[in-house]
């Protein structure tokens, strides 16, 4: 079977589209994610070595929560917390850029791209706690296509901020909309809330889904169906 052209594709009905040849589906468990892990404690230690303030901070917090922060349990909890904080927000000393454009290439592949099943921990900026969970991202290339181990390391970006999941799906799709002007990118995230499970609702099997999609996956509703169909989901927002 060759590549198929767009029209060619869109025309073709959902249930066969996963057959097409020269669709790209990756895992996103490559070699490259302890890589980028080195790279990102790197990156926390030099914050880290700029400022102390925080782990002073965390011991006040323990203080008012009634503990002894010299007790053995707790003595080094400030420095580890502070270590902790800066890794998990490492994402702001990163920018799409430095990631992508290094990895951008000129190809005329024009199938869909789709990296499946990207882990992704992030913090609520309301509670500060963790909510974590799988991202999926798809992109029909014009022209322009990236090296698919930055997509996952775009993902981390974004995930290493204090975030909303809305906003953090939005913002991986509208950074490769901007930096590949493909025909269309669909991010979808489904996410675990610690916030919502450890308290308030208390709802422990809530998994909360977000998706965003832009050029073709907005506009065309085949082209959308097809990638909900790679994902294995039979609804879509
Ligand atoms: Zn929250």
């Known amino acids: 079977m060759s590549t198929l052209s767009r029209q060619h594709r869109k025309r073709r009905p959902a249930h066969e589209t996963s057959t097409a040849r020269g669709l790209r589906l990756l895992s996103s468990q490559t070699v490259e994610d302890n890589h980028r892990d080195i790279l990102h404690e790197r990156e926390a230690g030099k ?3 700029k400022n ?14 009634g503990e002894d922060p010299k007790r053995e349990g707790l003595r080094r909890t400030p420095k580890r917390v502070e270590r902790a904080l800066h890794f998990l927000t490492a994402g702001y000393q990163q920018n799409v850029k430095k990631i992508l454009n290094s990895a951008v290439f000129d190809e005329s592949y024009n199938e869909m791209v789709i990296v499946k099943d990207i882990d992704f921990y992030s913090l ?4 500060l706690l963790p909510f974590y969970g799988k991202c999926h991202v798809a992109y029909i290339p014009n022209g322009k296509v990236v090296g698919l181990s930055k997509i996952p390391r775009l993902v981390d970006m974004y995930a290493r901020r204090l975030q909303l ?4 799906t939005t913002q991986i799709a509208k950074a490769l909309m901007k930096a590949l002007k493909p025909e269309g990118v669909a991010v979808v995230t489904e996410a675990r809330h610690l916030c919502m499970m450890m308290r308030g ?3 422990q099997n809530t998994v909360v889904t977000n998706s965003a999609l832009l050029g073709v996956f907005h506009d065309d509703r085949a082209c959308r169906e097809e990638f909900m169909q ?7 927002g």
């Open 124 to 127: 609520c900026e309301h509670h």
């Open 165 to 168: 999941q809305e906003r953090l």
């Open 52 to 65: 102390g303030r925080i782990k002073n901070l965390v011991r006040e917090i323990l203080i008012e929560l």
């Open 47 to 49: 914050i880290e070595e």
């Open 230 to 236: 790679l994902l294995g989901h039979r609804q879509m």
């Open 201 to 203: 609702v208390q709802k």
